[in-house]
């Protein structure tokens, strides 16, 4: 759900179409169309739009399957290496998400001397997510992973906030309050944080997460999409070209002298050219900012109109070409392209590298006429959705609802003894890293997609460069989970249709064996490393008969037999119980409607007060059917095991 701001829809999008054609944005205008909500209200034809507001896309005939419907240079990309701020970004040794928050709040703060100006003032005042919303509001949200997430996310953006005042206090004269950016506003900062969460695309290892104008139009379907997003991620990271560039060519000539010398001085000399050119050391909030070549070369002092003791930080556009503070226009862009001997007016041939320079959205599954195209913005739960994007499915195959590790312990502690639960928390800190979170829907898939990768052949694959998604595809687990370096954080949870994750399922067969078997398994590095997949394949047998209607006696040979391990039926009925008491807690949880929700607010002006409240009931609802359907299911396999 976005908020709009004020002005006509259709003159924005007037000024936005503007802006495609000049940034040679092209789509296929025979194949589909740009709507607004309100025109596709009054239009007779039938269609399954979803959105409450904002725009669209609409097939205007039947949409073919590989088809290619729109294509998007990277230089129409507003990322934090393509801001006017870039430079600064790497003094200041910012990155990440905060980078790029600031980024889009300079390049907005700069109205129409932005080169993205016909694309910015496209976009709503704020995606109307959880964390924007009032305290009223949010109580709704009581005992579901939403509510976690704002305010595991609040105290993170608080400390960027924090960050970004240090920055705006020592360079007054870059962070000018205006054109509806206040810098000292946190609520403003919100704002702009929410259409970073909400539209933010991975581009590559240069750009990084960025806004890409047109690919934010299409709207998510869980499971249902139809187009993809395809571009060259693995560029160079320093200055984002697509093939060989004096960087990566400079990196391979070391590394051929490293090995023909197996001198380990040479080591030395990539690492100092890399720090040169890459992202710096990270900050104390886990950024990483952009190096700059003028970093390390003799600086010159100039007379410089500026305060006394104050001096801007180099302000480069996507190009590193100097622009002076009032330029902000495609004149610097023509006369950096003019420097490097390209041709002004377009009419000679494309370079082999800049044709592939894009972003291409192609069709991925078949789509009807008159219907909206839809994208995925990534394989997340109905808690995901609403904390990020602000909206919430009716039926969602990736659902998931976490645990608390301290619960999980807890249970241990009572089924076994205070020191076995000590001991299997021990192991989840030791061994984080390899508890990676997969919902079995996501696992399904993937077979299926590797499946489908081995009967491809090469020709093919050259075809369809890597996929990318919203910020938060299946990469973007990491997002959702908002994992820092060398802070690995596990995640337990019973996922959709209604099962413990790999994890909690192995934790527990670990947690409630036999002594000489976990004393074996928790006394060896090795030993745990062998058999914790083991078990998780075992549990991904288990659940797969279970969900095909086999007999408790069948599901458990079958999959003792699929992965020859062998764990006693005592073990697999104490697991079951154990997973029965913890979804039923976390249900209490989520249950209590009448007494969270109350009634559906009327009457009131704004009409977001009204949608919250059926966004927070069906977030309740799909969670409730989650632990539902599991607590049915488990307390079955309990009783087939004590039959």
Not at 619 to 631: A, G, Q
């Given at each position: 759900?976005?908020?709009?701001?004020?002005?006509?829809?259709?003159?924005?999008?007037?000024?936005?179409?503007?802006?495609?054609?000049?940034?040679?944005?092209?789509?296929?205008?025979?194949?589909?169309?740009?709507?607004?909500?309100?025109?596709?209200?009054?239009?007779?034809?039938?269609?399954?739009?979803?959105?409450?507001?904002?725009?669209?896309?609409?097939?205007?005939?039947?949409?073919?399957?590989?088809?290619?419907?729109?294509?998007?240079?990277?230089?129409?990309?507003?990322?934090?290496?393509?801001?006017?701020?870039?430079?600064?970004?790497?003094?200041?040794?910012?990155?990440?998400?905060?980078?790029?928050?600031?980024?889009?709040?300079?390049?907005?703060?700069?109205?129409?001397?932005?080169?993205?100006?016909?694309?910015?003032?496209?976009?709503?005042?704020?995606?109307?997510?959880?964390?924007?919303?009032?305290?009223?509001?949010?109580?709704?949200?009581?005992?579901?992973d939403a509510l976690r997430m704002v305010e595991r996310d609040e105290a993170g953006l608080k400390r960027d906030f924090g960050r970004l005042q240090e920055v705006v206090t020592r360079n007054p004269l870059i962070f000018i309050s205006q054109n509806g950016i206040v810098w000292d506003d946190y609520k403003c900062f919100l704002?702009?944080?929410?259409?970073?969460?909400?539209?933010?695309?991975?581009?590559?290892?240069?750009?990084?997460?960025?806004?890409?104008?047109?690919?934010?139009?299409?709207?998510?379907?869980?499971?249902?999409?139809?187009?993809?997003?395809?571009?060259?991620?693995?560029?160079?990271?320093?200055?984002?070209?697509?093939?060989?560039?004096?960087?990566?060519?400079?990196?391979?000539?070391?590394?051929?002298?490293?090995?023909?010398?197996?001198?380990?001085?040479?080591?030395?000399?990539?690492?100092?050219?890399?720090?040169?050119?890459?992202?710096?050391?990270?900050?104390?909030?886990?950024?990483?900012?952009?190096?700059?070549?003028?970093?390390?070369?003799?600086?010159?002092?100039?007379?410089?109109?500026?305060?006394?003791?104050?001096?801007?930080?180099?302000?480069?556009?996507?190009?590193?070409?100097?622009?002076?503070?009032?330029?902000?226009?495609?004149?610097?862009?023509?006369?950096?392209?003019?420097?490097?001997?390209?041709?002004?007016?377009?009419?000679?041939?494309?370079?082999?590298?800049?044709?592939?320079?894009?972003?291409?959205?192609?069709?991925?599954?078949?789509?009807?006429?008159?219907?909206?195209?839809?994208?995925t913005y990534g394989k997340h739960s109905s808690a995901a959705l609403l904390h990020r994007y602000g909206f919430c499915d009716t039926s969602n195959l990736f659902d998931s609802v976490s645990l608390d590790t301290e619960q999980v312990l807890n249970a241990l502690a009572k089924q076994v003894s205070e020191k076995r639960a000590s001991e299997v928390g021990q192991l989840i800190d030791l061994y984080a890293d390899v508890m990676e979170p997969c919902h079995r829907a996501k696992g399904i898939e993937e077979e299926d997609d590797a499946d489908e990768e081995e009967d491809s052949d090469e020709?093919?694959?050259?075809?369809?460069?890597?996929?990318?998604?919203?910020?938060?595809?299946?990469?973007?687990?990491?997002?959702?989970?908002?994992?820092?370096?060398?802070?690995?954080?596990?995640?337990?949870?019973?996922?959709?249709?209604?099962?413990?994750?790999?994890?909690?399922?192995?934790?527990?067969?670990?947690?409630?064996?036999?002594?000489?078997?976990?004393?074996?398994?928790?006394?060896?590095?090795?030993?745990?490393?062998?058999?914790?997949?083991?078990?998780?394949?075992?549990?991904?047998?288990?659940?797969?008969?279970?969900?095909?209607?086999?007999?408790?006696?069948?599901?458990?040979?079958?999959?003792?037999?699929?992965?020859?391990?062998?764990?006693?039926?005592?073990?697999?009925?104490?697991?079951?119980?154990?997973?029965?008491?913890?979804?039923?807690?976390?249900?209490?949880?989520?249950?209590?409607?009448?007494?969270?929700?109350?009634?559906?607010?009327?009457?009131?002006?704004?009409?977001?007060?009204?949608?919250?409240?059926?966004?927070?009931?069906?977030?309740?609802?799909?969670?409730?059917?989650?632990?539902?359907?599991?607590?049915?299911?488990?307390?079955?396999?309990?009783?087939?095991?004590?039959?």
């Amino acid at each position: 759900m976005t908020v709009n701001k004020a002005g006509d829809s259709a003159d924005k999008l007037s000024v936005l179409l503007e802006w495609f054609e000049e940034n040679k944005v092209t789509f296929n205008q025979e194949a589909i169309d740009i709507v607004s909500y309100k025109k596709a209200l009054k239009s007779k034809s039938k269609s399954n739009i979803v959105s409450e507001d904002g725009y669209g896309v609409i097939a205007r005939r039947d949409l073919r399957d590989g088809e290619p419907l729109v294509v998007i240079p990277k230089s129409a990309v507003l990322s934090a290496a393509t801001s006017a701020l870039a430079s600064l970004l790497f003094e200041e040794q910012i990155g990440d998400t905060l980078a790029l928050h600031m980024a889009i709040m300079y390049e907005m703060s700069q109205g129409r001397q932005s080169p993205w100006y016909g694309y910015l003032q496209s976009l709503p005042e704020c995606a109307d997510v959880p964390l924007l919303w009032d305290a009223r509001s949010r109580k709704w949200l009581q005992g579901t992973d939403a509510l976690r997430m704002v305010e595991r996310d609040e105290a993170g953006l608080k400390r960027d906030f924090g960050r970004l005042q240090e920055v705006v206090t020592r360079n007054p004269l870059i962070f000018i309050s205006q054109n509806g950016i206040v810098w000292d506003d946190y609520k403003c900062f919100l704002r702009i944080a929410s259409l970073a969460s909400s539209r933010a695309f991975l581009v590559d290892v240069h750009r990084g997460s960025s806004m890409v104008p047109f690919a934010d139009i299409f709207n998510h379907k869980t499971n249902s999409e139809n187009v993809h997003i395809e571009s060259e991620e693995m560029v160079c990271p320093l200055c984002g070209e697509a093939f060989g560039c004096e960087h990566t060519a400079g990196m391979e000539s070391d590394a051929e002298n490293e090995d023909e010398d197996g001198d380990d001085s040479d080591v030395d000399d990539d690492a100092s050219m890399a720090s040169e050119h890459s992202h710096g050391d990270a900050d104390s909030n886990g950024g990483s900012g952009w190096e700059d070549d003028s970093d390390h070369e003799e600086e010159e002092e100039e007379d410089s109109d500026e305060e006394p003791g104050e001096e801007l930080p180099l302000l480069l556009d996507e190009n590193n070409n100097p622009i002076a503070d009032d330029v902000h226009s495609s004149q610097s862009q023509a006369d950096s392209q003019s420097e490097s001997g390209e041709d002004e007016d377009g009419d000679g041939d494309e370079d082999e590298d800049e044709t592939i320079d894009t972003l291409d959205i192609v069709v991925f599954k078949p789509c009807k006429a008159k219907h909206e195209v839809f994208n995925t913005y990534g394989k997340h739960s109905s808690a995901a959705l609403l904390h990020r994007y602000g909206f919430c499915d009716t039926s969602n195959l990736f659902d998931s609802v976490s645990l608390d590790t301290e619960q999980v312990l807890n249970a241990l502690a009572k089924q076994v003894s205070e020191k076995r639960a000590s001991e299997v928390g021990q192991l989840i800190d030791l061994y984080a890293d390899v508890m990676e979170p997969c919902h079995r829907a996501k696992g399904i898939e993937e077979e299926d997609d590797a499946d489908e990768e081995e009967d491809s052949d090469e020709e093919s694959e050259s075809d369809h460069p890597t996929s990318g998604h919203g910020e938060n595809d299946d990469s973007d687990d990491e997002s959702e989970e908002d994992e820092s370096a060398g802070d690995t954080m596990v995640t337990l949870s019973i996922d959709a249709p209604g099962h413990p994750d790999l994890n909690l399922a192995a934790l527990l067969v670990l947690g409630l064996t036999e002594e000489d078997t976990f004393s074996q398994v928790a006394g060896s590095q090795s030993v745990f490393m062998h058999y914790f997949p083991r078990v998780r394949s075992y549990w991904t047998a288990f659940q797969d008969r279970i969900d095909a209607g086999a007999s408790i006696q069948t599901v458990y040979r079958e999959a003792s037999k699929a992965t020859d391990l062998s764990i006693k039926k005592s073990t697999i009925a104490s697991v079951c119980r154990v997973v029965v008491q913890l979804t039923e807690m976390r249900l209490a949880d989520v249950s209590g409607d009448e007494r969270v929700l109350g009634q559906c607010p009327t009457g009131n002006a704004d009409d977001n007060i009204a949608l919250r409240w059926m966004l927070a009931k069906q977030l309740r609802e799909n969670e409730r059917s989650v632990l539902k359907r599991c607590v049915k299911l488990y307390q079955n396999i309990v009783t087939a095991f004590s039959s």
